[in-house]
């Protein structure tokens, strides 16, 4: 079971440590170019996290287990790049982060939206598809692009009720599991 909300501030780590377990060719696949552990890091660092927004699926224990990063392009363009873990794919992770990043696309007041992938990236380009976006490919890259139409009090609504219920989910995950790391260790006992 997975939840989709927007990262929060403080959880910025989950989103390295999510990148930081995808294997050589998934980070290939979701930078387009090789990337390792310090590069990574330096990614999540240098995100813009006023402008930008990134949002995630959680699994029931709080971890990242995909993430999509709305990033701003120019006038009335943002870019989406995803990433979900290969343990979770196949099971709609991917599309219903896409469905939620277009959602805030649409009422952040973006008129398009951008995917970016290698040619191969098969999986990347049958999402884009199921999302109605037109593909033009070349030798090694693709791009997959779609019109928005604007925001309406709809709209506005659906986004906030997933956001209230992916917050709800993360309170519950913390009542099952945060609290313990938050009580003393038991005192030792000397044999």
């Known amino acids: 079971m997975h939840t989709i909300r927007s990262l929060l501030p403080w959880e910025w780590p989950?989103?390295?440590d999510h990148l930081l377990r995808l294997d050589a060719a998934d980070r290939r696949?979701?930078?387009g170019h090789a990337l390792g552990d310090r590069g990574i890091d330096t990614f999540v660092r240098h995100i813009n996290w006023l402008q930008d927004r990134v949002c995630v699926a959680v699994d029931d224990g709080g971890a990242v287990i995909g993430a999509v990063h709305l990033s701003r392009l120019d006038d009335g363009a943002a870019e989406l790049a995803f990433s979900v873990e290969a343990a979770h794919r196949g099971r709609g992770v991917?599309?219903?982060l896409a469905d939620r990043a277009i959602l805030a696309?649409?009422?952040g007041g973006y008129r398009r939206v951008h995917i970016f992938c290698l040619a191969e990236n098969i999986a990347m380009r049958r999402l884009a598809a199921r999302c109605g976006m037109r593909l033009a490919c070349e030798a090694t890259d693709c791009e997959g692009c779609q019109r928005l139409e604007?925001?309406?009090p709809m709209s506005w609504l659906s986004e906030v009720i997933g956001e209230v219920a992916g917050?709800?989910?993360a309170t519950a995950a913390f009542g099952r599991h945060g609290w313990r790391l938050l009580r003393p260790a038991p005192p030792s006992v000397a044999a």
């Open 150 to 152: 604007p925001a309406t």
């Open 14 to 16: 989950k989103l390295r």
């Open 167 to 169: 917050l709800a989910a």
């Open 105 to 107: 696309a649409r009422n």
């Open 29 to 31: 696949m979701r930078f």
């Open 94 to 96: 991917g599309q219903a």
